[in-house]
């Protein structure tokens, strides 16, 4: 079985503070970076397992904070991505953390979803960050939220990364009607993709990949359908992929979130990103600025 799984332990602690953001400044105590070490451990163990029972697996780390300030998260992409049954090993960064251990990745398998905190970090220190990817063939896009007030950094930003390194631009959509026609048009011209992410998609009772071969994990192993239609359709650890893939129309009457709405049935995305969908790299990179 070929299959995508979400992975989300116990991690809660983020060194930034965006105030726009639900991973809200914590410090997580020595238990719970425990707890979340040994369940990242254990899910290791099942990826390990998982070559010999035929399995193609795709892993993407999205905890609530920053996962590659942990030694544990760079272990597990490291190993994850040298494995032969993993197609692809991605992560969610703010980039904050040193890289100088990403040269130990295969390229091929490896990828990193950045994002951009004005704010939080000086704009030159993040573009030295991205550049080492870029040096080292990684996969990887960057981007940041569009909100009005951070609009200078956002060009700022896309003028001095290379043209080949897609920039997505999450929209805001905390306020209905945020943006004005003329700042839409602004957007799209930095990423082409932004008004596939401006609008939400009508998903209730709709066919969705979720549940059927993309799996939300949590760190002990129970596993969502998605992190919206948060019901839970079984355990990792006690079902396995077979015991948890069943086709589940989704339950929520919209879905605005890219890892979500992206494995709708319908939608055009896995066609237009191909195999950068993870990371969040476009088929067309090299050719839509």
């Not at 992560?91 to 040269?103: F, G, H, I, P, Y």
């Not at 550049?131 to 990684?138: A, F, Q, S």
Request: net charge neutral; charged share 25%; proline share 4%.
């Amino acid at each position: 079985m070929r299959a995508t799984l979400y992975y989300r332990g116990s991690l809660t602690s983020c060194n930034y503070a965006c105030p726009y953001c639900p991973f809200s400044k914590n410090v997580d105590s020595r238990e719970t970076l425990n707890k979340d070490r040994a369940q990242l451990e254990r899910f290791a163990d099942w990826v390990r397992e998982q070559g010999a029972l035929g399995h193609q697996l795709s892993i993407f780390f999205n905890p609530y904070g920053e996962a590659l300030i942990h030694s544990w998260y760079r272990k597990a992409m490291i190993e994850f991505s040298h494995m032969a049954h993993v197609e692809k090993v991605a992560v969610q960064t703010n980039l904050s953390a040193k890289l100088d251990w990403t040269n130990e990745l295969n390229p091929d398998t490896a990828a990193l979803w950045a994002t951009y905190h004005p704010g939080e970090t000086k704009e030159q220190a993040f573009i030295s960050q991205a550049m080492k990817l870029y040096e080292l063939g990684i996969s990887y896009s960057v981007g940041t939220v569009g909100l009005r007030q951070v609009f200078p950094a956002i060009r700022s930003l896309r003028a001095q990364l290379p043209k080949e390194v897609y920039m997505w631009i999450n929209a805001y959509k905390d306020r209905p009607h945020y943006y004005t026609d003329a700042e839409v048009a602004d957007l799209t011209e930095i990423d082409p993709y932004f008004q596939w992410n401006l609008k939400d998609y009508s998903s209730q009772g709709r066919a969705c990949r979720a549940g059927a071969d993309v799996f939300y994990v949590q760190g002990d192993g129970r596993v969502k359908h998605c992190y919206q239609d948060r019901r839970v359709i079984g355990h990792l650890y006690r079902d396995g992929l077979e015991g948890l893939s069943a086709q589940r129309p989704c339950r929520m009457k919209e879905c605005g979130c890219y890892i979500g709405y992206i494995h709708m049935e319908e939608q055009p995305f896995r066609e237009m990103y191909g195999s950068g969908l993870l990371e969040r790299v476009p088929r067309t990179t090299m050719t839509i600025y």
